[in-house]
């Protein structure tokens, strides 16, 4: 039987099947032994093919007077076939041989007139004999065995070629058949659809269940409507959108995982039908809407209408895609210059480090800094990162080339996190922040930047970010214990991170324990990560309490003042120096130094000054000591002057007072002339 | 006081020699600095806090560097105040590298060179492994010694190097830089080489030290009896033996002896005090926190605070 789908479509009514053959089969060696006679009821009903298959079954013993011989010839020779006159004048044009257990073709005589041949259901390995049919419109070999299309030159006239369920493993020997209209190879092992470019008339190609791996080399098929490529194992499709009149493809149950290997069909203006269930791509989320959006022609998606609130849903998802991927484009590009800049200040610090290092080694041997200047310019491009580019993006490098500048430093803001990367970022304090940003900002990171300068913005921080209660510290060069008394100005502080690297203090066994001494009055919850317990306070306070003791207690009241004094100097003086100072922050600082000293006088003179400040303050003093030397030596001289003049008093005065006497005595010896002396001397006087 | 070699001396030495001018200067730059707050109870006044202040040897505290070197009494008022500050860590048992206790050194005095402390930890350690830790004990002693024979340790280690190269010790003597100690230390273990210098010989050059220079020398006789004791000696071995010698500490009269040297009662008094009143402080603070053992602490604490005084809390909460 015809398969009914090719009904219509050869516009014959081909499937009224030889109804009453008389068929004669005569080999030509035998004579005589291998006359076969097939006789057939006439007025058999319309399904003699099955009352044949009955017949043959019963070992084609004889049946209402029918016998059918078969006998099968040992000799590679065909077998002739006649029909009867009758047979042949009745349906001139078709010839059925359905499951006769052919299993060569066997030779058709006088039949030159066939336009129909059904070779269905038979053994068949080899199409032969058939070059004089060259009236032959339909020929149907379907389930045979037949391993090549050959045999086919001559019948120019053929539109319907049905080699389905064969053997066949490659396309070819088609190339007279320019007429073809349709052409089922499926159940065949072809693997490469080939030599079918000059069928410019087909319209139906059927490859279902074939080994195809893709799909390509269609140009040429200016009529084909209808391509199935059901259950094949194809993984990309070509060339569909030189196929002008394709309306249907069917592609159900093969490999394709991306809408990207059947790109091509996107550009198809002719398809209206498609099938991709099966596939790898059917079980994708994206797969309807993608399909949808990239193929706006389709009304039938996997044997379903495509109805109009599907494709809009497409179309808003596809949006929605789209805005996505540029977004996150964006977030990879800020992420990349990011990164990019931290490596800058990174390397700035660098050789900040090493230079400082050389400067206190005094060491002439390290050359490392020259070659290395490049890098210290600013605004430098992306050439100084080779090695950073390798491992970004294409697109992003190229886009990235655009930047002009890297800056040396980063400011960033993310929820309520504010990092800071390198000292230019310090200045970032001194912008406009909107109040809801500041007051979002708990935790505050500084990372690439010296603790000196940290502690000159600290006075700052406090204002400009009054909810910030966590502070984080990398790469900052905290060395010495001191520097946390600096951090005691803040107002609040519940967590403090200091990371090892960079920060050689960390290494110290008794940091931890310091920095809860000196910040007790901030009942500081987590250093590190790790909660602060009880006895970690108390441990602390034994460890430094004398030490405070000592601090307060010990000191001269003019010392405690001083140094006192000297803090509250110097958080004025920065406050001066900021901009827009308002007179109501200047009130609440000295509200809150004031307490600060209530609470903690005994640490308050615990203080951190810079080493910028202190070679400063050294300098001055040294100045003053001049000054006060000076002084005291000058006081000295006069004292030791004084204290000579008066030891050498001592040594002479004996001496002195005896001469005065010895001359007192000798003037009073005489009375007469000490008289006359004495009167002389008043009348001098007068 | 009224001695008759008192009078003897001329102004200027006896002046010297008391360091009364180094006081006096100090005591003007201190009015000088803070005038504006010291013209408000009188300059008396603070002539008398001042001097007291230099009995008592608080006067060293925070102060730069070049001024607690200046006097024999400021180095060891230094070294007391060093010790009594920090004596609790050492009876926390912490051993400590040499840059954790420099640190500690810079908290009382921002600006101590590194470089004292390096040297006082070469005693203790023996020129080796200089990162390794040290008890409080032993970096005091060596400490001691270190800062206040400063200069004679450097003119010994100068002596030193020379005997060691065969020089005659009894040339003028000029200190130079220590860090040349270091390169030029021979190597040990040659096969016949003794280590060290001999004993006498080493002796006899530091006699004649202490006798031509004015700086103070450690009293000959305990140097006797250290260098008596052995045939020959290393640099480091003979600092060690002296750092660790009892008379030297007395001499000094800084620190207690070894075995006191944890024990100052009225500090721990002062302590304790200190500690309960940061417990009170803590706990309203911990309640709030919600941490884990807040309610048991908290229960403890309010037993024990009848038990002392209260303290005046300071703190509110907020």
């Given amino acids: ?686 | 006081m009224l001695s008759p070699e008192r009078l003897a001396q001329p102004d200027y030495e006896y002046l010297a020699q008391r360091h009364v001018l180094t006081y006096m200067e100090d005591a003007v730059y201190q009015l000088l600095e803070n005038r504006e707050d010291i013209s408000q109870y009188g300059i008396a006044r603070f002539f008398t806090e001042y001097f007291n202040s230099v009995c008592q040897g608080t006067h060293i505290l925070f102060r730069e560097f070049s001024f607690i070197q200046a006097t024999p009494h400021n180095r060891a008022s230094f070294l007391r105040a060093f010790w009594r500050c920090f004596r609790t860590v050492g009876k926390n048992g912490d051993l400590l590298t040499m840059r954790e206790y420099h640190c500690l050194l810079q908290l009382l005095c921002p600006d101590f060179p590194l470089e004292l402390t390096q040297k006082a930890a070469r005693i203790v350690l023996m020129d080796d492994a200089m990162d390794c830790l040290m008890s409080f004990s032993d970096f005091l002693f060596a400490f001691q010694i270190q800062f206040y024979y400063s200069e004679f340790l450097d003119s010994v280690a100068a002596i030193y190097q020379d005997l060691l190269l065969g020089k005659n010790p009894n040339t003028v003597i000029v200190p130079t830089s220590s860090s040349g100690l270091h390169r030029q230390r021979p190597a040990l273990g040659e096969a016949g080489v003794p280590e060290g210098v001999e004993a006498s010989l080493f002796y006899q050059c530091l006699e004649n030290l202490c006798d031509r220079h004015k700086y103070s020398c450690p009293p000959l006789a305990l140097v006797k009896e250290i260098l008596s004791g052995v045939q020959r000696l290393t640099f480091y071995g003979f600092l060690g033996t002296l750092s660790k010698h009892p008379g030297i500490n007395q001499a000094l009269g800084a620190l207690p002896d070894k075995g006191d040297l944890m024990q100052d009662p009225a500090m721990d008094e002062e302590l304790e005090r200190l500690v309960v009143r940061s417990r009170l402080h803590r706990t309203p603070r911990q309640h709030r926190a919600k941490e884990p053992g807040a309610a048991g602490t908290q229960r403890r604490d309010k037993l024990e605070a009848p038990e002392r005084a209260p303290e005046p809390s300071r703190w509110q909460p907020e």
């Fill in chain 1, 1 to 686: 039987m015809i398969p009914g789908k090719y009904r219509s479509v050869s516009g014959r009514s081909a499937n009224n099947v030889n109804c009453g053959l008389h068929l004669v089969i005569q080999t030509s060696s035998l004579p005589e032994k291998n006359k076969v006679e097939f006789k057939f009821n006439r007025d058999s009903p319309s399904f003699p093919g099955r009352l044949l298959q009955h017949d043959l079954e019963r070992n084609y013993s004889s049946r209402q007077g029918d016998h059918i011989n078969l006998v099968s010839s040992s000799m590679p020779s065909f077998p002739i076939l006649q029909r009867s006159s009758e047979e042949k004048i009745l349906y001139s044009d078709r010839l059925t041989l359905e499951r006769q257990k052919l299993t060569v073709c066997p030779i058709i005589d006088g039949e030159e007139h066939l336009r129909l041949l059904n070779f269905q259901h038979n053994f068949i390995t080899r199409i032969q004999n058939i070059s004089n049919l060259q009236r032959l419109i339909f020929l149907d070999l379907y389930d045979n065995q037949i391993e090549e299309i050959s045999g086919l030159s001559t019948l120019r006239s053929l539109r319907v070629l049905l080699l389905g369920k064969n053997r066949i493993k490659k396309i070819s020997n088609l190339e007279n058949l320019i007429n073809l209209d349709v052409l089922d190879l499926h159940g065949n092992q072809i693997t490469k659809i080939e030599n079918v470019n000059h069928l410019c008339d087909l319209r139906v190609l059927n490859l279902a269940r074939n080994l195809l791996s893709h799909v390509d080399n269609l140009n040429g098929l200016d009529s084909l409507t209808e391509l199935n490529l059901r259950h094949n194992q194809i993984t990309f499709v070509r060339d569909v959108d030189n196929l002008p009149s394709l309306q249907r493809l069917f592609l159900s149950f093969n490999n394709i995982s991306s809408f990207d290997s059947v790109s091509c069909l996107a550009d198809s203006t002719s398809l209206s039908d498609i099938t991709f269930d099966g596939n790898p791509i059917a079980q994708e989320s994206w797969y309807k809407h993608t399909v949808l959006q990239n193929m706006t022609q389709l009304r039938q998606l996997d044997m379903k209408r495509v109805t109009e609130e599907e494709r809009r849903m497409a179309s808003v998802v596809a949006k929605k895609e789209e805005e996505k991927k540029r977004e996150s484009q964006k977030q990879s590009l800020l992420k990349e210059k990011k990164r990019l800049t931290i490596n800058n200040v990174a390397r700035h610090w660098d050789l900040q480090q090493r230079v400082a290092n050389n400067a206190t080694n005094q060491d002439r041997k390290d050359s490392a800094s020259p070659p290395q200047d490049p890098c210290q310019t600013e605004g430098s491009t992306t050439s100084p990162f080779p090695e950073d580019t390798g491992a970004v993006d294409s697109g992003i490098t190229s886009a990235l080339q655009g930047l002009s500048v890297i800056d040396t430093h980063l400011v960033e803001v993310d929820g309520d996190t504010l990092s800071l990367y390198g000292s230019g970022a310090l200045e970032s304090l001194d912008r406009n922040w909107s109040v809801q940003t500041a007051g979002m900002i708990t935790t505050v990171s500084f990372t690439f930047i010296e603790f000196d300068e940290i502690v000159q913005v600290l006075p700052k921080l406090k204002i400009k970010f009054p909810n910030s209660l966590h502070l984080k510290f990398k790469e900052t060069n905290l060395v010495m214990l001191q520097q946390f008394n600096a951090l005691a100005q803040l107002r609040r502080m519940d967590q403090l991170t200091v990371d090892p690297q960079g920060n050689p203090v960390v290494n110290f066994t008794l940091w931890k324990y310091y920095v809860l001494f000196r910040l007790s009055h901030f009942s500081m919850q987590k250093i590190n990560g790790t909660e602060v317990t009880q006895n970690d306070m108390i441990m602390a306070e034994r460890l430094f309490g004398i030490l405070a003791h000592v601090a307060s207690s010990e000191l001269p009241q003019y010392r405690l003042i001083s140094i006192l004094g000297d803090a509250r100097k110097k958080q004025f003086r920065y406050l001066l120096e900021t901009k827009g100072k308002k007179p109501g922050i200047v009130n609440e600082e000295n509200n809150d130094s004031k307490r600060l000293v209530g609470e903690n006088t005994n640490r308050a003179t615990l203080n951190y000054t810079t080493r910028e400040f202190y070679n400063e303050k050294l300098e001055d003093i040294k100045e003053k000591k001049k000054f006060c030397k000076m002084y005291i030596e000058d006081l000295m001289k006069e004292a030791t002057e004084v204290n000579m003049k008066n030891e050498a008093l001592q040594k002479l005065w004996p001496q002195m007072f005896i001469e005065l006497v010895r001359d007192a005595v000798i003037e009073i010896r005489n009375k007469n002339s000490y008289m006359k002396l004495c009167l002389q001397q008043i009348t001098d006087q007068k």
